[in-house]
Nanobody, 112 residues
Framework: VQLQASGGGLVQAGESLRLSCVAS????????MAWHRQAAGKQREMVAA???????TYADSVKGRITISRDNDKNTMYLQINNLKPEDTGVYYC???????WGQGTLVTVSS
């Protein structure tokens, strides 16, 4: 299975984005998946994870502004980010946790 992330772009602070991660095969068997982000010069951090059946977990730094979801029928995972802040800037990667499969990343840039 390969993962393809998309939906990033240049936005202003306060706006929203929805990132998508499309799998080349069925994600219903993949298990838990996650979104990570990496800002320039910083380590990659996990911002949200979701179990195979849809139970979410969020990093404290984004809790309340981010919603992770998945549609197993569409083989797609999503990340809705609201009220974007400049510190949300970075490359966002999707990941299948157990199999350690990574997408190529999509860049989110938030201007103040």
């Amino acid at each position: 299975v390969q993962l393809q992330a998309s939906g990033g772009g240049l936005v202003q602070a306060g706006e929203s984005l929805r990132l998508s991660c499309v799998a080349s095969g069925s994600i219903s068997r993949i298990g838990a998946m996650a979104w990570h982000r990496q800002a320039a010069g910083k380590q990659r951090e996990m911002v949200a994870a979701i179990s195979r059946v849809g139970s979410p977990t969020y990093a404290d730094s984004v809790k309340g502004r981010i919603t992770i979801s998945r549609d197993n029928d569409k083989n797609t995972m999503y990340l809705q980010i609201n009220n974007l802040k400049p510190e949300d800037t970075g490359v966002y990667y999707c990941n299948a946790i157990a199999s350690n499969i990574w997408g190529q990343g999509t860049l989110v840039t938030v201007s103040s």
